[in-house]
């Protein structure tokens, strides 16, 4: 999973990007710090995965992983190029989804690049460049459809399609507020390649200021992101990218004592993992024994030989069966002979649908 960090210039979002990849991106008081996006790598913290571990005391301990990228902040006139627009744009088409940081607290010493803080201003900025730019994508590839279309009329419902994400784009929402219906679901499959900026899921993170901490629903401006976020189907969280930054740099030791010091359960970084699975409607389930403990990330509703597929393409191709416990009877029994006695390690076949948190064995032959 691929999340590009996007916003203004001076929202938080590399300041951010280093509390949650400690990769130490350069965050400057200026404008276009970040030029070429930074990325980083981040295990996705599962206490699931270290009850394993303490379970089998494995050789080789693999959490699941996601990419982050920092991509410039985009300013007014980016879908023409503004500023590093073009660059912004080539590099948002690239993730999966979108964590979209809003600056939601006051500070004179730290730039804005419009004056003022604006929750609203701030997220119709960026959200429009991405709807001008899928305006112009569309119309190239409306242009490219319709002198195929002389010799394949086929394409028409595809082209109903463009016609049906333009008219929505032209009122000034985003494409992913459009419901397709059947048919128009059946026609994006005959759009390779098909990629709209303002269809990608979107995260919206509020950045507070550290004195908000455990009152940030007394904030207008971060009231009118989660009540824009409802609107549009999207999800949306508070934190403060300085405290994020702070958490980052503690052991697991101090961490909790600083995040219950705080009043907080988990750090931001836990919270926007969570969010983004969920926005992208994504699962894990574990593999474990004495060589290895290892999370794996897919997609809700995934069936077990495509499960099986995900660890090597002749696990799905000789799928046999899946040999499952699921996580909580397998700590509740202590052990796999034990969860096979009562009954709980279960034999499942190719319908069988993967359920978050299953402890899977896979049987295969090629």
């Given at each position: 999973?691929?999340?590009?960090?996007?916003?203004?210039?001076?929202?938080?979002?590399?300041?951010?990007?280093?509390?949650?990849?400690?990769?130490?991106?350069?965050?400057?008081?200026?404008?276009?710090?970040?030029?070429?996006?930074?990325?980083?790598?981040?295990?996705?913290?599962?206490?699931?995965?270290?009850?394993?571990?303490?379970?089998?005391?494995?050789?080789?301990?693999?959490?699941?992983?996601?990419?982050?990228?920092?991509?410039?902040?985009?300013?007014?006139?980016?879908?023409?190029?503004?500023?590093?627009?073009?660059?912004?744009?080539?590099?948002?088409?690239?993730?999966?989804?979108?964590?979209h940081v809003v600056r939601c607290f006051n500070d004179s010493q730290?730039?804005?690049?419009?004056?003022?803080?604006?929750?609203?201003?701030?997220?119709?900025?960026?959200?429009?460049?991405?709807?001008?730019?899928?305006?112009?994508?569309?119309?190239?590839?409306?242009?490219?459809?319709?002198?195929?279309?002389?010799?394949?009329?086929?394409?028409?419902?595809?082209?109903?399609?463009?016609?049906?994400?333009?008219?929505?784009?032209?009122?000034?929402?985003?494409?992913?507020?459009?419901?397709?219906?059947?048919?128009?679901?059946?026609?994006?499959?005959?759009?390779?390649?098909?990629?709209?900026?303002?269809?990608?899921?979107?995260?919206?993170?509020?950045?507070?200021?550290?004195?908000?901490?455990?009152?940030?629903?007394?904030?207008?401006?971060?009231?009118?992101?989660?009540?824009?976020?409802?609107?549009?189907?999207?999800?949306?969280?508070?934190?403060?990218?300085?405290?994020?930054?702070?958490?980052?740099?503690?052991?697991?030791?101090?961490?909790?004592?600083?995040?219950?010091?705080?009043?907080?359960?988990?750090?931001?970084?836990?919270?926007?993992?969570?969010?983004?699975?969920?926005?992208?409607?994504?699962?894990?389930?574990?593999?474990?024994?004495p060589k290895e403990v290892r999370a794996w990330t897919i997609s809700?509703?995934?069936?077990?030989?495509?499960?099986?597929?995900?660890?090597?393409?002749?696990?799905?191709?000789?799928?046999?069966?899946?040999?499952?416990?699921?996580?909580?009877?397998?700590?509740?029994?202590?052990?796999?002979?034990?969860?096979?006695?009562?009954?709980?390690?279960?034999?499942?076949?190719?319908?069988?649908?993967?359920?978050?948190?299953?402890?899977?064995?896979?049987?295969?032959?090629?």
């Open positions: 999973m691929k999340l590009g960090i996007v916003g203004l210039p001076n929202v938080g979002k590399s300041t951010l990007f280093n509390a949650i990849t400690q990769a130490g991106a350069e965050a400057a008081n200026y404008p276009y710090c970040t030029i070429e996006p930074n990325v980083g790598m981040v295990a996705v913290p599962d206490q699931r995965l270290d009850k394993l571990a303490e379970m089998y005391h494995p050789e080789k301990y693999s959490p699941a992983v996601i990419e982050f990228v920092d991509i410039a902040g985009l300013i007014a006139g980016a879908s023409k190029g503004e500023g590093l627009g073009n660059q912004f744009l080539a590099n948002i088409r690239e993730v999966d989804a979108i964590v730290v730039i804005h690049v419009a004056g003022s803080t604006d929750a609203k201003r701030d997220v119709d900025t960026v959200n429009l460049e991405l709807i001008l730019a899928d305006l112009d994508y569309l119309e190239r590839r409306k242009d490219k459809l319709q002198k195929q279309l002389k010799g394949d009329k086929k394409l028409q419902p595809a082209i109903d399609l463009l016609n049906a994400y333009e008219a929505v784009l032209e009122e000034g929402k985003s494409a992913r507020s459009l419901s397709l219906d059947e048919d128009q679901k059946e026609a994006l499959q005959e759009l390779p390649d098909f990629n709209l900026l303002s269809n990608k899921p979107v995260l919206y993170v509020a950045n507070i200021g550290e004195d908000e901490i455990g009152q940030a629903d007394r904030n207008p401006q971060v009231q009118y992101i989660e009540a824009f976020a409802a609107q549009e189907g999207a999800q949306a969280l508070s934190i403060s990218a300085k405290i994020e930054e702070e958490i980052a740099a503690l052991d697991a030791d101090e961490k909790a004592v600083f995040l219950n010091d705080l009043g907080l359960r988990e750090s931001g970084l836990d919270r926007i993992i969570k969010a983004s699975y969920a926005l992208l409607g994504l699962i894990s389930f574990l593999t474990a024994g809700r509703g995934t069936r077990a030989p495509q499960a099986a597929g995900k660890i090597h393409s002749d696990f799905e191709r000789g799928f046999i069966r899946a040999e499952v416990v699921a996580y909580n009877d397998l700590i509740a029994c202590g052990s796999i002979a034990a969860a096979k006695e009562k009954g709980l390690y279960r034999s499942e076949g190719k319908d069988y649908v993967m359920q978050d948190g299953d402890v899977v064995l896979f049987r295969f032959n090629v």
